[in-house]
């Protein structure tokens, strides 16, 4: 009841606690977590993938697929550019180093800096939805699939 009576209090608070949380839950592999603060109904659109991911068996292939080609996957907030009752909106820093398939590629043992927008969706004290967009070239070209 406290965490209810706290969320009501201060919500933008608890919806950034809750993007922190995924964040560290996402740079530290553990998908038990991530998915506990997600809905049941939970999707991640990565705007430059060929298909969304929708539902938790999609979401943690989603992130499976990240860590597989990053194993040393971080991310980071940058700045919040919006937060709102359902939504909020960061710019976020992903880093890793490409040992692994990823995105048809295979592994270059190279570093990998992006920043990202997202739009995280809300549903109630639990992340409905992440909508993830980067530039796919920057990653590529820094994975060295593409010429610089």
């Known amino acids: 009841m406290a965490r209810r ?28 977590g991530l998915l506990a603060g997600m809905t049941k109904d939970c999707s991640t659109i990565v705007m430059c993938a060929p298909r969304p ?13 990240q860590w597989t080609g990053f194993p040393d996957f971080k991310v980071r907030i940058r700045r919040i550019i919006a937060m709102g009752p359902k939504y909020a909106v960061t710019e976020n820093e992903w880093t890793g180093t490409h040992l692994g398939p990823f995105m048809g590629r295979e592994p270059t043992g190279k570093r990998v800096r992006v920043r990202t927008a997202v739009i995280w969706e ?26 610089r």
């Open 5 to 32: 009576a706290a969320t009501r209090a201060n919500p933008a608070a608890h919806r950034l606690k809750t993007i922190r949380d995924h964040i560290r839950q996402e740079s530290t592999q553990d998908i038990d």
């Open 53 to 65: 991911y929708i539902g938790p068996k999609a979401v943690e292939r989603r992130y499976r697929e």
């Open 122 to 147: 809300f549903r109630g004290d639990k992340l409905r939805g992440e909508y993830i967009y980067f530039d796919l070239a920057t990653v590529l070209r820094q994975m060295g699939a593409l010429p």
